[in-house]
């Protein structure tokens, strides 16, 4: 049933590790899937304020 598939889709198999130099993905039963640097922008508008 296609409910159940969007369900599964938001279940608690994955972890998002923010907290770190690299942002990492973790599936249940998989492992870390990805492991990549994070990054922030920040923006100056005209104003002179910042936005992320």
């Known amino acids: 049933m296609i ?3 969007i369900i ?4 608690n198999d994955l ?3 923010l ?3 690299n942002t990492l993905i973790y599936a249940k039963g998989k492992g ?3 492991s990549e640097p994070s ?4 923006k100056k508008d ?3 304020q910042k936005k992320v």
């Open 32 to 34: 870390i899937i990805t």
């Open 46 to 48: 005209a104003r002179g």
């Open 39 to 42: 990054v922030v922008a920040v």
């Open 3 to 5: 409910w159940d598939r």
């Open 15 to 17: 972890a998002i590790d």
């Open 19 to 21: 907290g770190t130099a």
């Open 8 to 11: 599964g889709f938001f279940s």
